[in-house]
């Protein structure tokens, strides 16, 4: 569960979905310093390699065409764009091969329509998702280690003050700084 303390008692909560056995969440202790509003989606380079590669030899281009992923030279703030056609997508799931992807915001991304990030080594952060159904199920231990939440909205709100941050762009992801 997430827990939302203010002035020493607990004012809220809702669960949570956080790593399975083998992508653990790790115990860690960080601040929200901001809120990235239509999130991207960079996909971790494993998940490249065993998930999204497999599917994409499988059925090809437009695997990664028809879910709005784009193929990127790095993780810089300005990567180039590759033509996903030029990638040897079995050396990518061989392991012979390294393919930077991510995944355009939209609600069916699996940050959702937002992400709370706190700066920290191992790269994981609060999101919304998009499968909702885990969270009645109580399928909970089934991420790859950052924290899904149930109500991202509530969480906003409860973060931002009173209110929940808008993108100008539903397709551009747009970070927005907490007030405190």
């Known amino acids: 569960r997430l827990s939302m303390w203010q002035d020493g008692k607990v004012v809220d909560s809702m669960k949570v979905v956080v790593g399975k056995a083998e992508t653990a969440t790790p115990m860690m202790a960080a601040y929200i310093k901001y809120a990235s509003v239509n999130p991207y989606w960079n996909v971790p380079p494993e ?3 065993s998930l999204i590669g497999p599917r994409i030899v499988a059925q090809g281009i437009s ?14 703030d300005h990567p180039q764009i590759l033509d996903p056609a030029s ?13 930077r992807l991510r995944r355009l915001p939209s609600p069916a991304n699996s940050m959702g329509m937002m992400k709370f990030m706190l700066p920290n080594y191992f790269g994981i952060y609060l999101h919304d998702s998009p499968e909702k159904d885990h969270f009645t199920k109580n399928e909970l231990w089934i991420s790859n280690g950052c924290v899904r939440v149930e109500d991202y909205k509530r969480l906003a709100t409860w973060l931002f003050g009173g209110y929940v941050p808008k993108g100008k762009d539903p397709k551009v992801e747009e970070e927005v700084d907490l007030p405190k």
Do not use: C, H
Request: charged share 25%.
């Open 63 to 76: 695997y990664l065409t028809d879910r709005e992923y784009q193929v990127l030279s790095d993780f810089s």
């Open 47 to 49: 998940l490249v390699r």
């Open 87 to 99: 990638v040897d997508w079995r050396a990518v799931v061989a392991g012979q091969q390294d393919v």
